[in-house]
């Protein structure tokens, strides 16, 4: 009798793992869930070919940084959701090395003046990008601001996010981290 209690206890313990395992806490090596706002491409389209300047004057393309992922951001300096959420990309940058954040100015402002903006909000870090063809913003399909696209080291849209997100937060950083560790 002392063994089938003990047999049953036993099974009971397990089974009370299994399904805190299975719902409550999922695999121990699952992959870390995409940071909201970013939602998944399901169709995993590729970057588009449109150029946009640096303060210097130098046209980029978003497949110069084929090899690594790469977190664009389509903002404005009259788009207060844009403004609000640089600092937090800049703070995403430095904690994510293996990150390229191209954060591009869209809203048809010249180098020098995107470059003056984003030193007055002290996120010059995050480096001098401007569209003023707004290229980027129509091959991207964006039809608001703040648009966050993240492409993979193949040059392969895998997530986009319309309107602001909270880069910095720890979710965020920590998903960063695990994708680009090598």
Not at 70 to 85: G, R
Not at 86 to 91: C, D, G, Q, R, S
Not at 155 to 177: D, N, R, T
Request: hydrophobic content about 45%.
């Amino acid at each position: 009798m002392q063994n089938r209690a003990t047999l049953t206890t036993a099974l009971a313990a397990l089974l009370a793992v299994g399904v805190l395992y299975g719902i409550g806490y999922g695999p121990v090596h699952a992959r870390t869930a995409l940071p909201a706002p970013l939602a998944a491409e399901t169709k995993a389209p590729a970057v588009p070919t449109a150029p946009f300047v640096d303060a210097s004057g130098g046209k980029h393309r978003i497949a110069d940084y084929k090899g690594h992922y790469v977190l664009v951001n389509l903002w404005a300096t009259w788009c207060a959701p844009c403004v609000s959420e640089l600092p937090a990309l800049t703070k995403l940058q430095a904690a994510v090395p293996g990150l390229k954040v191209v954060a591009v100015d869209v809203g048809h402002d010249k180098s020098d003046v995107a470059a003056s903006f984003l030193k007055s909000h002290n996120v010059a870090q995050l480096g001098t990008y401007v569209d003023t063809d707004l290229a980027l913003l129509h091959a991207f399909g964006a039809y608001g601001l703040p648009t966050t696209v993240l492409i993979d080291p193949n040059g392969k849209e895998v997530a986009k996010a319309e309107g602001p997100g909270e880069w910095a937060s720890p979710a965020s950083i920590a998903y960063f981290k695990e994708i680009t560790k090598g």
